[in-house]
């Protein structure tokens, strides 16, 4: 395909002048006259044969014509300067595109990730927090670590680790706590899946528990023990992804019985292929999880 000739410098003028409304502000910006900014985006409407701005006596109003070129523009200037930082200290810069559980995220993979980054310092990770819905293709991920058995329809998954589920309380809560029947009486917090507590009730040895009617539902399990934090009800919950707050005794745990509904897993399209940096970070978090298995 042969491109037209494309005036990159008044497009630059343009468009900066656009996001300022302002000649002035925007050859601040470029490093130039005000006078270099007014000429060249003059230039740009005589080539387009359209009024991009109408001058007013404090500023610039922008005309349909400039509004209609000014997101094309702006696109296209933000994904060279992603692609030109990419190349920072002579190095090309890996991006590396991650979806992930939002209470995984924060309990167990924020805390780890320097790690990662001090090992392979030109993969960019950019991560994005779900509530285990995700589209890989849609979003335009490279791997999504979700909870569940591990069967999502094309794509490939490894599996981490389980992640159990046990009552989390705060302590003033927790001090009445003496026996499971105990919960009975109390707002029981959990997540979408309606048998959380049904099953942790029968592997506490109580296996007529009706479904709690007294339940509040959440979409995540951040939501959920935030509204523990605040005294609201009894959670049901993975200690591990929580462990800071059991270690600061903000919460606790009252009884050791626990139940495993799922695990967390690492899934890519099976069309996709693995770059360096997906390769590298599914190496890491591997590796990362078999040693804190080992203990």
Do not use: C
């Not at 997101?71 to 200290?89: H, K, N, W």
């Not at 528990?209 to 509040?216: C, K, L, R, S, V």
């Not at 099976?270 to 360096?276: F, G, K, Y």
């Amino acid at each position: 395909m042969v491109r037209p000739y494309l005036p990159l410098n008044a497009f630059r003028a343009f468009e900066a002048s656009a996001r300022h409304l302002s000649f002035t502000r925007a050859a601040i910006e470029l490093n130039v006259t005000q006078a270099a900014v007014s000429h060249q985006v003059k230039s740009l409407e005589e080539q387009l044969n359209v009024v991009l701005f109408k001058r007013l006596p404090r500023g610039l109003m922008i005309t349909a014509e400039g509004e209609s070129l000014l997101p094309v523009l702006r696109d296209s200037f933000d994904r060279m300067a992603d692609v030109v930082e990419r190349f920072r200290g002579g190095h090309v810069r890996e991006i590396l595109t991650v979806g992930a559980v939002g209470t995984f995220a924060v309990g167990w993979l924020l805390p780890r990730l320097a790690g990662f980054s001090e090992r392979h310092p030109f993969v960019e990770i950019r991560l994005s927090t779900n509530n285990n819905r995700v589209d890989l293709a849609a979003e335009g991920l490279d791997f999504a670590i979700r909870f569940g058995a591990g069967a999502w329809h094309g794509t490939d998954a490894v599996r981490l680790f389980d992640a159990p589920l046990s009552v989390l309380a705060i302590p003033a809560i927790a001090r009445g706590l003496k026996t499971p029947e105990d919960l009975l009486g109390l707002t029981l917090l959990r997540s979408y899946r309606r048998d959380e507590w049904t099953r942790w009730f029968e592997a506490a040895g109580l296996p007529r528990t009706p479904p709690p009617q007294n339940a509040i539902v959440f979409d995540t399990s951040l939501a959920m023990m935030e509204a523990v934090l605040q005294g609201e009800g009894v959670g049901l919950a993975p200690p591990l992804m929580f462990s800071r707050l059991l270690s600061a005794g903000t919460v606790v745990q009252p009884f050791e019985t626990s139940v495993a509904l799922g695990s967390y897993w690492l899934t890519r399209l099976q069309s996709r292929s693995l770059t360096p940096a997906m390769s590298a970070f599914a190496a890491w978090l591997e590796e990362t999880v078999a040693a804190e298995a080992l203990g």
